[in-house]
């Protein structure tokens, strides 16, 4: 598996990585980029599936993570890895 690169940007919902663009960012109510949640994540200013469970999101996210070839990651150690980064990010952190 590869290293993650940190320096990127990452969603503080879902986890994903965003590059170092704002192309893959999440827009506010005005339009604006919002840099903590990416386009899937946050539009308009708002979630856009507000009442996703942490796990529910893990769920989603797992099959994604495995066709990823540039990842290369099983289905198993890509949920083992979004339950232990998920709790830490900014939507999901308590
Ligand atoms: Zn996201």
């Known amino acids: ?3 993650f690169d940190m320096n990127q940007q990452w969603c503080q919902s879902c986890g994903m990585p965003m590059g170092y663009t704002d192309e893959y960012l999440g827009t506010n109510a005005d ?10 994540c946050w539009k ?3 979630f856009t599936s507000p009442e996703l469970t942490m796990e529910q999101m893990i ?9 990823d070839s ?3 990651i099983t289905e198993a150690s890509a949920r083992q890895l979004m339950q232990e ?3 830490k990010l ?3 952190k308590k």
């Open 1 to 3: 598996m590869k290293e």
């Open 31 to 40: 339009g604006s980029k919002n840099p903590d949640y990416c386009s899937h």
């Open 44 to 46: 308009d200013g708002q």
């Open 59 to 67: 769920e989603l996210c797992v099959p994604y993570m495995a066709q």
């Open 70 to 72: 540039e990842l290369d």
């Open 85 to 87: 980064t998920l709790p």
């Open 90 to 92: 900014k939507r999901w």
